[in-house]
């Protein structure tokens, strides 16, 4: 049986109608069968993927896999400690383990801070909001520091730890919750406040106290409140057995924690363990698939009255970091998680199944790892702790899949998914810029953009028409726009390309599906055109004029592993061998050279109470690069 209630037809996309009206038709006509689920592995990958690519020894950020099409990588904050005020207004430099809802037309997003590094005190908890999911406002503080004293005045100093953050209550308020305390159950409590739909927030208070605290409490409980409404909605969420789920961890302590959470127990060896970071989706038949780190897998037929015992699904090849499941808005499923074995958290990639069971077609989100900039223990390499927006807690316009995470647990990123998620383009490829919106969506391309290395559409140096903008002043990271087009062995790529100032390199090269960087070109900082031709090292072949238009062409023949280069018309370079074999399918521009360390050694070393190292001029601003693109065709 199907149970739907609470259903808001205004706000349904139109794919979740059509799958509403199939549900409904199926329940009509009694052809809508629970799904069997093979408890041995209700969940399992099986596609193929080398997860010794992703390996820190190895280096490869990508994992040498090829990128879901249209995702832009947008940084939400860039942690700078010596000008709080370019960051969250204190300057920390660990921050990690975001949530995600949309809202009141609105995205929210909160995440934990710590001074230096993981569970080290003093911690809070920043709020930080987007219309557009690119655009964000500055962090405020949404759960203060909390210090107690004893009876000798001792001050001691407590951090934050959470799982979930927002919950949509069935009147509409929107609640935030954090706990201050460690993920093992010991601490203070869990605390509640409301954010109003004029963004303001209500008062913080306790919703849930750790039985074994015997200090100081600084909020009042939730039930002191003189807004019943309020109230209401608290015990709204304390009687959703599903979403409380996410809780478990540091409210381990309470009396039969059991009966209260009905979170399944890991493991069967005497010493059964919580399942860490819950999260779930739907199936049709009201199945519910629940996910926790260490590839721990559960579901639950009766709405989550009961679970089933969790199994690990070993095909699900990640070390811990969490994964995130969800439905996406096409009626597929997609999970999100680091596939690595590493102890660097690198690539954050996508699989995509058409059932909930089944996944395959492996795909990158975000693959960029640069250098961490300041000290801080158990701060892994690369993007992790992915979370989206958890079902009931809104569903942003258009039909893209919104994630939210960490890099490098130091800055905060989200990533917006164009759904459906796919890997290929088809026939030839005719970008006009023109015809996006000014900070909008750079439409097929994938875009890696920092808070100070923007990527996006803009006016052109004269404003008299729109292009893609690539800049960059950042000493640490750079700007990165790639193009996937159609595999082929003859191949033209032909675009417009002006350079404001050459205070970075431009990196211009086509790749193959495993990152092959098959042709490589560069505009240097003198203003010279690079390239490679095979083995040999980088050659100028000409001067690069900054400010104005300058028209290049590549032509390449993948079999025969040479290309052709013009400029304005101009050969400038003739069968240029390929630098690495392969058959290229994107091509990317860069304003840096390439990466491959990893800052593991730096993760593992440090005494965790003692500064250690920062890197130089990482909170500077370095001379700009800026650079222009338009008119963009690729054709076979």
């Known amino acids: 049986m199907i149970v739907i209630s609470q259903i808001k037809f205004k706000a349904m996309t139109t794919n979740r109608l059509l799958i509403l009206t199939f549900a409904l038709i199926c329940m009509v006509t009694g052809k809508l069968l629970a799904q069997e689920i093979d408890q041995q592995e209700p969940v399992r990958f099986i596609g193929e993927y080398n997860t010794s690519n992703s390996d820190y020894q190895t280096g490869y950020h990508d994992g040498q896999l090829r990128p879901a099409i249209g995702v832009q990588n947008y940084q939400v904050m860039r942690a700078n400690r010596n000008y709080p005020e370019k960051s969250d207004g204190l300057g920390w430099t660990y921050n990690h383990a975001p949530n995600l809802a949309y809202w009141n037309n609105r995205f929210y997003y909160h995440y934990l801070s710590n001074p230096l590094g993981e569970h080290i005190p003093p911690g809070v908890t920043f709020l930080v909001s987007s219309e557009d999911g690119k655009n964000w406002g500055k962090p405020q503080v949404l759960f203060p520091i909390y210090f107690t004293a004893d009876s000798t005045a001792k001050i001691t100093y407590h951090y934050m730890h959470q799982r979930m953050g927002f919950y949509v209550a069935p009147d509409g308020r929107l609640l935030t919750f954090g706990f201050y305390g460690d993920p093992y159950g010991e601490g203070i409590g869990r605390v509640v406040r409301e954010i109003y739909k004029n963004g303001d927030l209500g008062p913080v208070y306790f919703i849930k106290m750790n039985l074994n605290w ?11 409140s003189q807004d019943n409404e309020f109230i209401e909605a608290c015990n709204s969420f304390l009687d959703d057995k599903v979403r409380r789920m996410q809780w478990w961890e540091e409210n381990r302590l309470i009396e039969n924690p059991e009966d209260f959470f009905r979170v399944p127990m890991i493991g069967d060896d005497g010493e059964k363990k919580p399942g860490q970071a819950f999260c779930f989706y ?3 038949d009201s199945t519910l698939v629940g ?11 009766d709405h989550g009255d009961t679970w089933s015992q969790p ?6 090849t990640y070390l811990g970091a969490k994964i995130w499941g969800q439905q996406t808005d096409d009626g597929r499923y997609a999970l999100v998680y680091n596939p690595t074995n590493s102890m660097s958290r690198h690539p954050l990639s996508v699989a995509t199944s058409d059932d909930g069971i089944n996944y395959d077609n492996l795909l990158n989100i975000h693959t960029e790892v640069p ?17 989206g927006i958890v079902e009931g807690n809104g569903n942003p316009p258009d039909n893209d899949l919104w994630v939210v995470y960490s890099v490098s647990k130091e800055d905060m990123w989200v990533s917006r998914i164009p759904v459906p998620i796919k890997g290929d383009v088809t026939g030839p490829v005719n970008d006009d810029f023109d015809l996006m919106e000014i ?25 008299s028409e729109k292009v893609l ?3 960059d002043f950042d000493p640490y990271d750079y700007a990165k726009a790639v193009r996937v087009f159609e595999k082929s062995d003859n191949t033209t790529i032909h675009f417009q390309l002006f350079v404001e100032t050459h205070a970075e390199i431009l990196a211009i090269e086509v790749v193959a599906a495993d990152g092959s960087r098959c042709i490589q070109t560069q505009l240097d900082v003198n203003g010279a055109f690079l390239v490679k031709n095979g083995k040999e090292d980088w ?7 900054t400010g104005k238009w300058v028209s290049i062409e590549l032509n390449f023949n993948a079999k025969q592993g040479h290309y052709n280069l013009l400029v304005d018309g101009e050969e400038v370079g003739k069968k240029l061998k390929f630098a690495i074999e392969g058959k290229p399918e994107r091509i990317v521009f860069r304003t840096g050279e390439y990466r491959l360390t990893d800052d593991v050694q730096k993760f593992k070393s440090g005494d965790k109470f003692k500064p250690g190292w920062d890197e130089p001029m990482a909170d500077e601003v370095a001379p700009e690069a800026v650079f222009y693109l338009k008119d963009f065709q690729v054709n076979n």
């Open 214 to 224: 015997k200090g100081e409490v600084k909020f009042p409980f939730y039930t002191e």
């Open 282 to 284: 739907t199936l049709p």
């Open 291 to 301: 996910f926790f780190k260490g590839r721990w897998v559960t579901t639950s037929a």
């Open 311 to 316: 199994v690990q699904c070993n095909s699900l």
């Open 371 to 387: 250098p961490k900039r300041y000290w801080g223990t158990e701060k892994r390499p690369g993007p992790q702790y992915i979370r």
């Open 439 to 463: 900070g909008g969506v750079v439409k097929d391309w994938n875009i890696y953009s920092p808070s100070w290395c923007p990527v996006e559409i803009s006016n052109s140096p004269d404003k």
């Open 469 to 471: 903008m690539l800049k």
């Open 539 to 545: 050659s100028s072949i000409s001067k690069f004029p």
